[in-house]
């Protein structure tokens, strides 16, 4: 029986999720994306889940869309790349950036082209001290995707953005944690165990209050201030009546530690 192309543990509310084709540096096939997205929807579906912690197996984070996949190989007829995207690349991203709990990216190695972009998808961002991130794309006749396009500019401006993207030039840790394109460097043998003492603290927290800090800074990105101000006020009237602001509110009062658990 074949290895999973993802492997899911569960660790208390963390669920882990490794891409798991170590020998192909955990490069994209349709099959792998496919197996992701189902663990991703398990993850979103499973209430025992708090948080998301994302890795790669071997060396690698991800190098990005495997060529030689039949979905994009070049053979006697060109391939709609475009067409990968909808059904694949759209749909994950999405849903990723959807998911009801917070999620961490420990990346381990290279992330490179797509796996660039999936992991600057996530929530918070880790990064092994050998660590790599490579906007591939430019080198082959492409654009970023996988939510690349999106991402880059608003992590570290236009300017930056087009430098990375148009010459593809390999970013090491130290510096995409200067540019803020991660929040932390740390040494490789200390990465997964600093990322999931990172996923356990998010997964005690009050899940719902860390989800919608992601969904209104996201939104406050396509608005101008005064209707930022007010999607704020909408979500913190609905956060307003759940357990969590309560039992935050009473345990600050009684100088004990919080109990949250919406989801």
């Known amino acids: 029986m074949s290895e999973p192309l993802i492997q899911s543990e569960s660790h208390g509310a963390v669920r882990l999720l490794r891409l798991n084709r170590p020998a192909a540096l955990n490069a994209f096939t349709t099959a792998l994306l496919s197996e992701l997205l189902d663990a991703l929807e398990a993850a979103a579906a499973d209430e025992s889940v708090r948080c998301v912690l994302l890795t790669g197996a071997g060396r690698a984070f991800s190098a990005g869309q495997d060529l030689s996949d039949p979905a994009v190989a070049p053979g006697t007829e060109p391939k709609d790349i475009g067409r990968l995207l909808d059904e694949h690349y759209i749909p994950?991203?999405?849903?990723?950036?959807?998911?009801?709990?917070?999620?961490?990216?420990?990346?381990?190695?290279?992330?490179?082209?797509?796996?660039?972009?999936?992991?600057?998808?996530?929530?918070?961002?880790?990064?092994?001290?050998?660590?790599s991130f490579i906007q591939a794309?430019?080198?082959?006749?492409?654009?970023?995707?996988?939510?690349?396009?999106?991402?880059?500019?608003?992590?570290?401006?236009?300017?930056?953005?087009l430098e990375l993207a148009l010459l593809g030039d390999k970013l090491k840790a130290a510096d995409a944690a200067a540019l803020g394109l991660v929040a932390r460097v740390l040494p490789d043998a200390e990465l997964l165990d600093?990322?999931?003492?990172?996923?356990?603290?998010?997964?005690?927290?009050?899940?719902?209050?860390?989800?919608?800090?992601?969904?209104?800074?996201?939104?406050?990105?396509?608005?101008d201030f005064d209707a930022a101000l007010r999607a704020e006020a909408v979500l913190q009237s609905r956060l307003g009546f759940a357990h969590d602001y309560q039992e935050g509110v009473a345990a600050f009062m009684a100088k004990r530690a919080p109990q949250f658990k919406d989801r």
């Not at 009801?100 to 880790?126: I, K, Q, R, W, Y």
Request: include cysteine.
């Open 92 to 131: 994950l991203a999405l849903r990723l950036r959807s998911l009801p709990v917070p999620v961490v990216a420990a990346v381990n190695g290279v992330a490179a082209g797509a796996g660039a972009s999936l992991a600057l998808g996530c929530d918070l961002v880790l990064a092994g001290e050998s660590a």
């Open 137 to 161: 794309f430019a080198k082959i006749g492409l654009i970023p995707d996988c939510g690349g396009t999106w991402l880059l500019p608003r992590l570290v401006g236009r300017a930056k953005a």
């Open 194 to 223: 600093a990322a999931m003492a990172l996923a356990q603290r998010l997964a005690a927290m009050p899940t719902q209050a860390l989800v919608a800090t992601r969904r209104a800074m996201d939104e406050a990105l396509k608005l």
